[in-house]
């Protein structure tokens, strides 16, 4: 069962659900798509499909996988992304996490409609992941993937506490101001049995509740 939550809603004892936390994850996609931005801007940088380019910035790790440079580059009246944050057993051995994840970016070859992948460390030690892609229907075919949803249905739970994903559109594009407007935010609470699921849609178009200006 799939819960509901209104625009405010928090859902009790689930803190990870505040719509709060839109101030800090915006933040987290503004930062993502600067790193992108800059990266597809500097002619200094070499950028072959599909390859990291990783660095740390403040010792926490950063990574961009440019994966369609035409496409991400050219005019837009809009991008779709996909946002994902996760609390994470900080106990827990992440190999198995991380050999699931370097599958998946590696799978992306297949999914044509997949532009881009980055992600960057947090102060906390999550870490936060943004996929860029041109129509909804690229997702829910990355979706469909058997890796991806082996990761979700095998991987997450043992490896996360939970889970929040934003789902919305870069208006303008990269080369039109890449501002993220967040449409709908999913929750999963791994810590529940059965697992906790929540979905909370916004105001099309309309940027997230709280997020800076």
Not at 4 to 27: C, I, M
Not at 55 to 84: K, M, Q
Not at 151 to 156: D, G, P, Q, T, V
Request: aromatic letters at 10%.
């Amino acid at each position: 069962m799939t819960i509901e939550l209104g625009a405010e809603d928090t859902s009790p004892d689930r803190p990870f659900t505040s719509p709060y936390l839109y101030t800090t994850d915006v933040r987290a996609l503004h930062y993502l798509l600067h790193d992108l931005k800059c990266l597809i801007d500097a002619e200094r940088v070499p950028i072959s499909a599909h390859d990291p380019i990783e660095w740390e910035a403040n010792g926490l790790g950063r990574r961009v996988i440019v994966c369609d440079y035409p496409n991400l580059t050219s005019p837009h009246e809009e991008l779709c992304f996909v946002g994902f944050f996760g609390e994470r057993h900080q106990d827990r051995p992440t190999e198995a996490l991380e050999s699931a994840n370097a599958e998946i970016v590696l799978e992306f070859r297949n999914y044509p409609g997949i532009l881009s992948y980055s992600s960057m460390e947090l102060y906390d030690g999550n870490w936060a992941n943004l996929v860029v892609h041109d129509f909804p229907v690229a997702r829910e075919n990355w979706r469909a993937s058997e890796r991806h949803a082996d990761a979700a249905n095998r991987l997450s739970p043992d490896y996360y506490r939970n889970v929040r994903i934003h789902n919305g559109i870069i208006r303008g594009g990269l080369n039109g101001g890449g501002e993220p407007v967040i449409n709908t935010t999913k929750y999963w609470d791994y810590q529940s049995v059965p697992t906790w699921q929540a979905v909370r849609n916004l105001i099309p178009g309309e940027p997230a509740i709280h997020a800076p200006v």
